[in-house]
């Protein structure tokens, strides 16, 4: 079965791991803007890291087949940097051309702290001003709820953001609901040990359903697996659940959300073949 990562960092990953996601089935990927590990000296770091997303990083997944597209902003971790954040924020518009730019993300919250809120809605004031899809990074464990409220909050008082242009990401049991009643659309992250796992994921799909509904590895330099959407589709094969099914999440759903970006364009695979 095709599939679509729609959240992958690969700048942290080996083209070993492309080729193992493209013998999985993987034919599309989106990677985040995201922190590097170490806090950038200044806004060229950003440029730099803008260009290895939008040329170096889709030219070495075509080599596999894979499609690469990405999203650009200035994570939270580095957002307490509230005059540097501004600096970044303020470049992104000279990269909005380029077609494998999908939209602003993983914008969000960390530590949910004030200036992180107000980097948040620098970001949404230019994703609402450029009509740019959104992707929401939500905290991690003791502060997801809360910090799940504050995001869903802003975003609704944006009269100007449409909520199904809106992906919140690493959604679990307790804030799933209230992200799809908000009318976005969601991303499960699926972990070996934090956040979700296959089986959870599995669970959530047949609680909540399958509309706006996506899963993601999330794989970046810590611990985590390239290869978590296809864990995901063993697991929901081994519990029996209709092919169609399985492939709304991991590949008819993403696509939908991704066509939300005017500069998207999708070829099917067979139409390419029988173009070249
Ligand atoms: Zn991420």
């Not at 004031?125 to 990074?137: F, G, P, Q």
């Amino acid at each position: 079965m095709s599939y679509i990562d729609p959240h992958i960092h690969m700048v942290s990953r080996t083209t070993d791991d492309y080729k193992r996601m493209a013998l999985a089935g993987c034919t599309m990927i989106s990677e985040p803007a995201f922190w590097a590990g170490f806090d950038r000296s200044g806004p060229e770091g950003f440029r730099d890291y803008f260009r290895q997303l939008t040329q170096f990083e889709r030219n070495r997944a075509r080599q596999y087949g894979i499609e690469h597209l990405c999203w650009l902003c200035i994570n939270a971790k580095e957002a307490e940097n509230v005059s540097l954040a501004r600096e970044v924020i303020a470049m992104i518009p000279e990269f909005l051309d380029d077609p494998s730019v999908l939209g602003i993300g993983e914008i969000g919250l960390n530590k949910n702290t004030r200036n992180e809120a107000t980097v948040f809605l620098d970001h949404l004031e230019l994703a609402a001003k450029t009509r740019e899809l959104i992707l929401v990074h939500t905290p991690h464990l003791a502060d997801k709820y809360q910090g799940t409220r504050m995001i869903l909050d802003m975003l609704r008082e944006d009269s100007r953001i449409v909520p199904e242009r809106v992906c919140i990401d690493h959604v679990e049991e307790h804030t799933i609901r209230l992200a799809l009643d908000a009318g976005h659309w969601v991303g499960m992250t699926l972990y070996p040990i934090t956040k979700c796992t296959p089986a959870r994921a599995a669970d959530m799909v047949e609680t909540f359903g399958a509309e706006r509904v996506m899963v993601n590895s999330a794989g970046d330099w810590g611990h985590s697996d390239p290869l978590a959407v296809p864990e995901f589709i063993f697991e929901m094969r081994s519990r029996g659940h209709e092919e169609a099914l399985i492939q709304k999440v991991v590949f008819d759903n993403p696509l939908a959300f991704f066509s939300q970006c005017a500069r998207f364009q999708f070829t099917p695979r067979d139409e390419a073949l029988s173009e070249a």
